[in-house]
């Protein structure tokens, strides 16, 4: 892919994730995320921290109930971004999985700052260490520059800048894998997954 402006946080050698990769089950697209770089026009995180959401049938799920106009973007087209808002305070964001009709997303739990670093640092004047700029689904979409106005964009064609890109770096073969956090049903199912050992996960683990 040829580095353009709108993706500057890009190399020439990243490729975009394709809509195939996205159209697939979450627990099977969650750890295969690991690894790979949320790009927003300069700046760039590595992925080290998810979890997955399916519809029907995960009562934590936004979508468990159906399709509202909220969760729309959740049931497809694949690889496009679920943006919502939590806490009265915070934007979350999710890549949109599974075949059309099926709701499913993954949560960007946690980047590792690759590229604009600082700017991605000016946007979080709270990090007290470098650690701490993205180590939150909150944090990272501050981080990153993603609000509530990028719910819906493609993540495949690269839409205002934002994608998710393979540079190279393989997913974890063992990805430490535990409960999810923040959410008060289906506690127990071990859907969340990260880089082992990675210091910029959200949590201890």
Request: one cysteine or more; charged letters at 25%; proline letters at 9%.
């Amino acid at each position: 892919m040829a580095s353009r402006p709108d993706l500057a946080g890009a190399a020439s050698t990243d490729r975009p994730l394709t809509r195939a990769f996205y159209a697939r089950d979450p627990l099977v697209v969650a750890p295969e995320l690991l690894n790979k770089v949320l790009v927003h026009g300069r700046r760039a995180g590595r992925i080290v921290e998810v979890e997955a959401y399916r519809g029907a049938d995960d009562p934590a799920s936004h979508a468990h109930r159906g399709q509202t106009p909220r969760t729309e973007v959740m049931f497809g087209p694949a690889g496009h971004l679920y943006v919502y808002f939590t806490y009265g305070m915070h934007w979350c964001a999710n890549a949109v999985t599974s075949e059309d009709g099926v709701a499913g997303a993954v949560l960007i739990r946690a980047l590792a700052p690759l590229r604009a670093i600082d700017d991605m640092a000016a946007a979080r004047p709270r990090a007290r260490r470098p650690v701490d700029i993205a180590n939150g689904p909150a944090k990272a979409c501050q981080a990153m520059g993603i609000d509530g106005t990028f719910d819906g964009i493609d993540l495949v064609r690269g839409d205002r800048g934002v994608t998710i890109v393979d540079d190279g770096t393989a997913a974890p073969a063992r990805p430490t894998t535990g409960p999810r956090v923040g959410i008060s049903v289906a506690t127990e199912r071990p859907w969340r997954y990260s880089v082992p050992g990675d210091p910029h996960r959200s949590k201890p683990w």
